[in-house]
């Protein structure tokens, strides 16, 4: 866990009067280990391999904690349960495009797109106070050859769990 992740949630906790467990900090180890989005389970299995003693419950509290504090972020990759990107503390201003072909996760951050969402909701008369894009998208690859290197290699079972990350200017 960085020293920044580590003061923000301690003063997060302070301000509630709750305090740090052991508990809590092998999920938030377990949570920003990674760089792939993950739901409830996910995280539950991933703390599960560092303290065999994690409760189901525990993580949920801690979710929401991280959530309330603003160190995880829920995302919503149009499937039927909330995910967590751990990743907004690095890049605050990404987005996602979901593949429908293979489920790939692609995150990406455009300085054409932060000035478009800026354009337009002062346009309107308002001020974000959060913005998210979601692409859902067709692989052209696959529709091209029929064949997809990404879901290839997850079929084959090396892949990286669904995210890579791209920057466009």
Known sequence: MTEAIRQTLESFLA???????KQRDVIIEAA????????AEDLHAMSRRIDRTISRATVYRTLS??????????VDLGRDQTYYDP???DKPEHNHLICVDCDRVVEFEDDHIAVMEDCITRRLGFTPASKTIRIVAKCDQLGRTGHCAFRDQERAGHGSHGLSHAHAH
């Open 32 to 39: 920003f280990g990674t760089q792939e989005h993950f739901n």
């Open 65 to 74: 904690l991280l959530v309330d504090c603003g160190l995880l972020r829920e």
């Open 15 to 21: 301000s509630k009067g709750l305090r740090r467990t």
């Open 87 to 89: 990743n907004f503390l």
